[in-house]
């Protein structure tokens, strides 16, 4: 009997917070896009080679318009 007239105010619901389902969210959209890239990505194979590596214009100088302190 006291059941049932308790049972008018409706069932209880908890809210959960933004951050929570954002969170859930983010982990899932970074979790799939994972799994993507361990099934249809590829990685490219290191090579050592030998010599220098030279800027075919020229080295940048950069100067301050100030001296320090």
Known sequence: METHTITWNGA??????????LAAVVALAI???LLAFA???SIT?????GGLVV???G?????AI????
């Open 55 to 57: 800027p075919t214009e």
């Open 31 to 33: 979790a799939a896009g």
């Open 66 to 69: 100030q001296s320090g302190i």
């Open 39 to 41: 099934a249809f990505g």
């Open 12 to 21: 209880i619901q908890l809210g959960h917070p933004i951050s929570g389902t």
């Open 45 to 49: 194979q290191k090579a050592r080679v």
């Open 59 to 63: 080295a940048v100088t950069v100067a």
